[in-house]
């Protein structure tokens, strides 16, 4: 059984810095393996947006919003993602979601793996960011 368990949520001041992990079980992240690594967010009266993605081979995208402030990674070692949380703003309040999608053929566009709404996902961790 695929489990995805988020950790590193906080509250922090504008302009700070968070690391979100999440861990990965019951899967192998294996670069031979065909998958879509995301995180999405839920903010206050927002629809909930895929912000950041990497697939097997590293290859990486991000939305807008987040563009050249967040950054993902992936530690195939102990079968983990991160996602890097820098200048935050109170508009990046939210829960953050990692998800797993397994595919050998998954698109992944603008921070947003396909399907992954179909994907593995975890229970979230909460940022809060403000003064």
């Known amino acids: 059984q695929v489990q995805l368990v988020e950790s590193g949520g906080d509250s922090v001041q504008p302009g700070g810095s968070l690391n979100l992990s999440c861990t990965v079980s019951?899967?192998?992240?294996?670069?031979?393996?065909?998958?879509?690594l995301n995180w999405f967010r839920q903010r206050p009266g927002i629809e909930r947006e895929g912000i950041a993605g990497?697939?097997?081979?590293?290859?990486?995208s991000y939305a807008d919003s987040v563009k050249g402030r967040f950054t993902i990674s992936e530690d195939k070692v102990k079968n983990t993602f991160h996602l890097r949380l820098n200048n935050l703003k109170p508009t990046d309040s939210g829960m953050y979601y990692c998800?797993?999608?397994?595919?050998?053929?998954?698109?992944?566009?603008?921070?947003?793996?396909?399907?992954?709404?179909?994907?593995?996902w975890g229970q979230g961790t909460q940022v809060t960011v403000s003064s």
């Open positions: 019951g899967f192998t992240l294996d670069p031979r393996g065909g998958y879509c």
């Open positions: 990497i697939v097997a081979d590293g290859r990486a």
């Open positions: 998800v797993l999608v397994e595919s050998s053929d998954v698109r992944l566009i603008r921070g947003t793996c396909d399907d992954a709404e179909s994907g593995h």
